[in-house]
């Protein structure tokens, strides 16, 4: 499945100043007969979601996060606030999914919202989970957003190096999904949006497969969106595609500058500045991960 889409926003709109193309595929991958990824990619509103909790249950609970972020599109007047909301929102829809016992259902979420700070335009990064924001800039590849992980909780205590947390049978455990667990604490983050930003969210489908070189020099060789995001879901499928697998990549242009843009360190820790308080492949909650007794 593949997506594409423009969007031009002009400095009369409340919205941000700048205009933006996008791409986006998602596949099962070639293990799996269901894809339990989603995602939303309509502007201002770009996110991916991988849903968890076995046989259907993981397919409606992304579903349902998409839908509730869906509220977002199209409008001009998105905040963090509103964002949140539409979480809170999510949330509670992925609780109401009916399970098996001990089955419950979950769903990471990760992207970027377009939003207006001061007629200035930025890139809101919300995160949830382990799928994954990335901006591309200066032909440089970073990760924008911070895995909510056991291996990466390991990887910052100095427990593991980031080569290791790729590899170790623990890494499908999250610490945080909508609808799993007690609650969920998402991170936002507020960037610039640059002149010819790119900015990639994935689910762990594709960095599974590809490391950040390999992926970076997709990015670097494809200036369409679309094409950019359906080389990336096949690169995936044939290094294994072990899993399902969905890539929104998502450009920048002709950006209104100004001179008192500032951005938060999402390295650093999260900014609280004008914000809301298995042996397989499957992403894992890692409060039903202790109650099964895996290891």
């Not at 972020?69 to 409008?75: D, E, N």
């Not at 399970?99 to 007629?119: F, I, Y």
Request: glycine share 10%.
């Amino acid at each position: 499945m593949t997506e594409s889409g423009f969007s031009h926003v002009s400095e009369r709109d409340a919205a941000p100043t700048f205009r933006a193309s996008w791409g986006a595929s998602s596949a099962a991958g070639s293990v799996r007969t269901l894809n339990e990824d989603a995602y939303l990619a309509r502007f201002p509103v770009f996110v991916v979601a991988d849903g968890m909790g076995g046989h259907e249950a993981g397919e409606l609970a992304s579903a349902e996060a998409v839908a509730a972020l869906g509220r977002l599109a199209g409008r001009t007047d998105v905040t963090a606030r509103t964002v949140q909301e539409c979480l809170e929102e999510a949330q509670d829809r992925v609780r109401a999914i009916p399970t098996s016992p001990g089955r419950d259902a979950g769903t990471t979420v990760s992207g970027v919202v377009a939003v207006n700070e001061s007629g200035v335009p930025y890139w809101l990064v919300v995160n949830v989970g382990d799928s994954r924001t990335y901006r591309l800039a200066d032909g440089v590849l970073e990760q924008v957003s911070v895995d909510h992980s056991e291996v990466q909780e390991m990887v910052d205590a100095g427990m593991l190096t980031v080569a290791e947390a790729a590899r170790h049978p623990r890494r499908h455990v999250v610490t945080q999904a909508l609808g799993a667990g007690d609650g969920f604490d998402p991170d936002f983050w507020l960037l610039p949006v640059e002149e010819n930003d790119r900015m990639l969210l994935c689910t762990d489908g594709l960095t599974g497969e590809l490391g950040d070189d390999a992926i970076a020099a997709i990015l670097l060789a494809q200036p369409a969106p679309k094409a950019a995001a359906d080389l990336l879901v096949e690169a995936a499928l044939v290094a294994g595609g072990r899993d399902n697998v969905t890539v929104v990549v998502v450009d920048a242009h002709d950006v209104a500058r100004t001179a008192d843009e500032e951005s938060t360190s999402p390295r650093g820790g999260r900014s609280q500045d004008n914000y809301p308080d298995v042996d397989d492949e499957d992403t894992v909650p890692r409060a039903r991960h202790r109650e099964q007794g895996e290891h």
